[in-house]
Protein backbone atom coordinates (compact mmCIF):
# COMPACT_ATOMS: atom_id res chain seq x y z
CA UNK A 1 0.00 0.00 0.00
CA UNK A 2 2.93 2.52 1.03
CA UNK A 3 4.25 2.29 -2.81
CA UNK A 4 0.60 3.28 -3.67
CA UNK A 5 0.93 6.36 -1.25
CA UNK A 6 4.29 7.28 -2.67
CA UNK A 7 3.13 7.14 -6.26
CA UNK A 8 0.56 9.50 -5.53
CA UNK A 9 2.19 12.36 -4.07
CA UNK A 10 4.65 11.68 -6.97
CA UNK A 11 1.88 12.88 -9.66
CA UNK A 12 0.98 15.31 -6.98
CA UNK A 13 3.90 17.06 -6.83
CA UNK A 14 4.92 16.82 -10.21
CA UNK A 15 4.04 20.42 -12.11
CA UNK A 16 5.11 22.58 -14.69
CA UNK A 17 8.02 24.24 -12.98
CA UNK A 18 8.64 27.11 -15.34
CA UNK A 19 11.81 28.95 -14.13
CA UNK A 20 15.18 26.69 -12.86
CA UNK A 21 18.14 27.11 -11.21
CA UNK A 22 21.13 27.10 -13.17
CA UNK A 23 22.59 24.35 -11.11
CA UNK A 24 23.51 20.97 -14.00
CA UNK A 25 21.75 17.82 -13.56
CA UNK A 26 24.36 14.99 -12.41
CA UNK A 27 25.10 12.90 -15.49
CA UNK A 28 24.02 9.61 -13.97
CA UNK A 29 21.04 11.13 -12.55
CA UNK A 30 20.21 11.83 -15.98
CA UNK A 31 21.07 8.66 -17.50
CA UNK A 32 18.93 6.86 -14.94
CA UNK A 33 16.09 9.10 -16.05
CA UNK A 34 15.88 8.26 -19.42
CA UNK A 35 16.65 4.35 -18.65
CA UNK A 36 13.90 4.34 -16.19
CA UNK A 37 11.94 6.01 -18.75
CA UNK A 38 12.62 3.46 -21.36
CA UNK A 39 10.34 0.58 -19.41
CA UNK A 40 7.44 2.82 -20.76
CA UNK A 41 4.53 0.35 -22.92
CA UNK A 42 4.13 1.23 -26.51
CA UNK A 43 2.13 -0.24 -29.42
CA UNK A 44 3.01 -3.90 -30.04
CA UNK A 45 6.46 -3.07 -28.20
CA UNK A 46 7.38 -0.83 -31.38
CA UNK A 47 9.49 1.96 -28.94
CA UNK A 48 9.00 4.12 -31.64
CA UNK A 49 10.73 7.14 -29.91
CA UNK A 50 14.91 8.41 -29.82
CA UNK A 51 15.59 10.54 -26.81
CA UNK A 52 18.02 13.60 -27.35
CA UNK A 53 19.12 14.64 -24.06
CA UNK A 54 21.00 18.34 -24.10
CA UNK A 55 22.78 19.96 -21.66
CA UNK A 56 26.28 22.10 -20.45
CA UNK A 57 27.49 24.06 -24.35
CA UNK A 58 25.85 22.08 -26.17
CA UNK A 59 22.45 23.38 -24.60
CA UNK A 60 23.73 26.91 -23.98
CA UNK A 61 24.28 27.15 -28.35
CA UNK A 62 21.00 26.33 -28.62
CA UNK A 63 19.38 28.58 -26.33
CA UNK A 64 21.42 31.71 -27.98
CA UNK A 65 20.16 30.63 -31.53
CA UNK A 66 16.85 30.21 -29.73
CA UNK A 67 16.61 33.44 -28.57
CA UNK A 68 17.97 35.34 -31.51
CA UNK A 69 15.23 33.55 -33.73
CA UNK A 70 12.58 34.49 -30.98
CA UNK A 71 13.97 38.60 -31.16
CA UNK A 72 13.58 38.34 -34.29
CA UNK A 73 10.27 37.42 -34.40
CA UNK A 74 10.32 34.33 -36.58
CA UNK A 75 7.07 32.47 -36.44
CA UNK A 76 6.98 28.71 -35.24
CA UNK A 77 7.43 26.02 -38.04
CA UNK A 78 7.29 22.69 -35.59
CA UNK A 79 7.86 19.01 -36.99
CA UNK A 80 4.44 18.53 -35.38
CA UNK A 81 0.93 21.04 -36.35
CA UNK A 82 -0.30 22.35 -32.79
CA UNK A 83 -3.06 22.97 -34.58
CA UNK A 84 -5.98 25.89 -33.29
CA UNK A 85 -7.29 26.63 -30.37
CA UNK A 86 -11.17 26.39 -32.28
CA UNK A 87 -9.62 22.83 -33.02
CA UNK A 88 -10.77 21.85 -29.49
CA UNK A 89 -13.35 21.22 -27.83
CA UNK A 90 -15.56 23.24 -25.97
CA UNK A 91 -14.69 21.91 -22.83
CA UNK A 92 -10.49 21.80 -23.73
CA UNK A 93 -10.86 25.45 -25.03
CA UNK A 94 -12.54 26.28 -21.24
CA UNK A 95 -9.51 24.65 -19.86
CA UNK A 96 -7.21 26.13 -21.90
CA UNK A 97 -8.87 29.78 -21.28
CA UNK A 98 -8.99 29.37 -17.07
CA UNK A 99 -4.85 29.06 -17.67
CA UNK A 100 -4.63 32.51 -19.24
CA UNK A 101 -6.87 34.01 -16.86
CA UNK A 102 -5.32 32.58 -13.82
CA UNK A 103 -1.23 33.12 -14.97
CA UNK A 104 -2.81 36.84 -15.73
CA UNK A 105 -4.15 37.39 -12.59
CA UNK A 106 -0.83 35.99 -10.59
CA UNK A 107 1.45 38.25 -12.99
CA UNK A 108 -1.39 40.95 -12.61
CA UNK A 109 -0.15 41.69 -16.07
CA UNK A 110 -2.81 40.67 -18.99
CA UNK A 111 -0.30 40.02 -21.79
CA UNK A 112 1.78 37.46 -19.65
CA UNK A 113 4.64 38.62 -20.54
CA UNK A 114 6.99 37.20 -18.04
CA UNK A 115 5.46 33.75 -18.79
CA UNK A 116 6.20 33.98 -21.91
CA UNK A 117 9.62 35.50 -22.28
CA UNK A 118 10.48 32.02 -19.70
CA UNK A 119 9.77 30.08 -22.75
CA UNK A 120 11.43 31.90 -24.60
CA UNK A 121 15.20 31.26 -22.95
CA UNK A 122 13.63 27.51 -22.37
CA UNK A 123 12.88 28.30 -19.21
CA UNK A 124 16.55 28.61 -17.86
CA UNK A 125 16.72 25.19 -17.45
CA UNK A 126 19.68 23.17 -17.54
CA UNK A 127 18.98 20.17 -19.67
CA UNK A 128 16.26 20.11 -21.85
CA UNK A 129 15.24 16.49 -23.03
CA UNK A 130 14.04 16.13 -26.89
CA UNK A 131 11.73 13.31 -28.04
CA UNK A 132 11.58 12.12 -31.82
CA UNK A 133 9.43 9.20 -33.62
CA UNK A 134 9.73 8.44 -36.83
CA UNK A 135 7.42 10.45 -39.90
CA UNK A 136 6.90 6.75 -41.53
CA UNK A 137 4.57 6.35 -38.43
CA UNK A 138 0.72 5.56 -37.54
CA UNK A 139 -1.03 7.59 -34.62
CA UNK A 140 -0.60 5.49 -32.19
CA UNK A 141 3.16 6.68 -32.21
CA UNK A 142 2.28 10.36 -30.89
CA UNK A 143 0.53 8.73 -28.40
CA UNK A 144 3.33 6.46 -26.99
CA UNK A 145 5.55 9.49 -26.99
CA UNK A 146 3.05 11.08 -24.64
CA UNK A 147 3.79 8.15 -22.30
CA UNK A 148 6.99 8.07 -22.48
CA UNK A 149 7.00 11.99 -21.76
CA UNK A 150 5.04 11.24 -18.75
CA UNK A 151 7.61 8.33 -17.44
CA UNK A 152 10.47 10.98 -18.06
CA UNK A 153 9.22 13.51 -16.24
CA UNK A 154 7.67 11.19 -13.05
CA UNK A 155 11.38 9.57 -13.08
CA UNK A 156 12.78 13.14 -12.56
CA UNK A 157 10.18 14.00 -10.07
CA UNK A 158 11.13 10.99 -8.09
CA UNK A 159 15.11 12.21 -8.45
CA UNK A 160 13.83 15.56 -6.72
CA UNK A 161 13.88 17.21 -10.28
CA UNK A 162 11.20 19.33 -11.77
CA UNK A 163 9.69 19.34 -15.41
CA UNK A 164 7.92 21.15 -17.93
CA UNK A 165 6.87 19.27 -21.40
CA UNK A 166 7.07 22.49 -23.60
CA UNK A 167 5.71 22.61 -27.34
CA UNK A 168 7.92 26.48 -27.60
CA UNK A 169 11.05 24.04 -26.86
CA UNK A 170 10.20 22.55 -30.66
CA UNK A 171 8.88 26.14 -32.46
CA UNK A 172 12.83 25.64 -34.34
CA UNK A 173 13.30 22.27 -35.47
CA UNK A 174 16.25 23.05 -37.64
CA UNK A 175 18.64 24.39 -34.69
CA UNK A 176 17.42 21.26 -32.69
CA UNK A 177 18.58 18.81 -35.80
CA UNK A 178 21.64 21.10 -36.06
CA UNK A 179 23.40 20.96 -32.51
CA UNK A 180 21.96 16.88 -31.97
CA UNK A 181 22.45 15.85 -35.43
CA UNK A 182 18.53 14.50 -35.30
CA UNK A 183 17.90 13.03 -38.65
CA UNK A 184 15.60 14.45 -41.21
CA UNK A 185 12.57 11.42 -41.09
CA UNK A 186 12.23 12.04 -37.53
CA UNK A 187 9.65 14.40 -36.23
CA UNK A 188 10.42 16.36 -32.78
CA UNK A 189 7.78 16.02 -30.99
CA UNK A 190 8.11 17.78 -27.45
CA UNK A 191 10.98 19.21 -25.49
CA UNK A 192 11.24 18.44 -21.89
CA UNK A 193 13.21 21.22 -19.61
CA UNK A 194 14.40 19.32 -16.62
CA UNK A 195 16.31 21.16 -13.21
CA UNK A 196 15.46 22.41 -9.93
CA UNK A 197 13.19 24.73 -9.60
CA UNK A 198 13.85 28.15 -8.53
CA UNK A 199 11.84 28.39 -5.41
CA UNK A 200 11.88 32.52 -5.56
CA UNK A 201 10.02 33.14 -8.82
CA UNK A 202 6.66 33.66 -8.89
CA UNK A 203 6.10 31.36 -12.49
CA UNK A 204 6.42 28.53 -10.24
CA UNK A 205 3.69 29.67 -7.68
CA UNK A 206 0.95 28.81 -10.44
CA UNK A 207 -0.33 25.56 -10.41
CA UNK A 208 -3.15 24.22 -12.90
CA UNK A 209 -6.54 23.18 -11.39
CA UNK A 210 -7.94 19.90 -13.10
CA UNK A 211 -11.07 18.52 -13.63
CA UNK A 212 -12.75 16.60 -11.03
CA UNK A 213 -13.79 12.61 -10.89
CA UNK A 214 -16.85 13.64 -11.61
CA UNK A 215 -16.18 15.43 -14.76
CA UNK A 216 -13.89 13.11 -16.53
CA UNK A 217 -14.69 9.49 -15.34
CA UNK A 218 -17.30 7.09 -16.26
CA UNK A 219 -17.81 4.24 -14.27
CA UNK A 220 -20.14 1.30 -15.24
CA UNK A 221 -21.48 -1.98 -13.24
C1 LIG B 1 2.22 18.49 -25.17
C2 LIG B 1 2.41 19.62 -24.19
C3 LIG B 1 2.93 20.83 -24.61
C4 LIG B 1 3.12 21.88 -23.69
N1 LIG B 1 3.71 23.05 -24.12
C5 LIG B 1 3.95 24.02 -23.22
C6 LIG B 1 4.64 25.19 -23.62
O1 LIG B 1 5.05 25.36 -24.77
N2 LIG B 1 4.87 26.15 -22.69
C7 LIG B 1 4.45 26.01 -21.38
O2 LIG B 1 4.71 26.92 -20.59
N3 LIG B 1 3.80 24.91 -20.96
C8 LIG B 1 3.55 23.91 -21.85
N4 LIG B 1 2.92 22.77 -21.45
C9 LIG B 1 2.53 22.61 -20.03
C10 LIG B 1 1.02 22.70 -19.84
O3 LIG B 1 0.62 24.04 -19.93
C11 LIG B 1 0.69 22.08 -18.48
O4 LIG B 1 1.00 20.71 -18.51
C12 LIG B 1 -0.77 22.26 -18.11
O5 LIG B 1 -1.08 23.60 -17.92
C13 LIG B 1 -1.11 21.50 -16.82
O6 LIG B 1 -0.32 21.96 -15.76
P1 LIG B 1 0.66 21.00 -14.94
O7 LIG B 1 1.67 20.42 -15.90
O8 LIG B 1 1.31 21.91 -13.94
O9 LIG B 1 -0.17 19.93 -14.31
C14 LIG B 1 2.73 21.71 -22.34
C15 LIG B 1 2.19 20.49 -21.93
C16 LIG B 1 2.06 19.44 -22.82
C17 LIG B 1 1.54 18.11 -22.32
Not at 49 to 73: F, H, M, T
Not at 80 to 98: C, Y
Not at 131 to 158: H, N, V, W
Not at 164 to 189: C, F, N, Q, S, T
Request: proline share 5%; net charge neutral; hydrophobic share 35%.
Amino acid sequence: MSSVLSFKELMKQRYSCRYFLSKPIPEDILKDIIATSLLTPSWGNSQPWNIYVSSGANLENIRKEWIQKNEEGVKHYSDIDPGHRTDFSERSQKNMNNIMTKVSELLNDKEIKPFLEANKILFNAPTVVYITIPKKRTQYCLFDSGAIEMSIMLSAKAHGIDSVPAYEAIIYPDILRKHMKIPDDEDIVIGIALGYEDKDSILNKFKSTKLSLDEAAHFYN
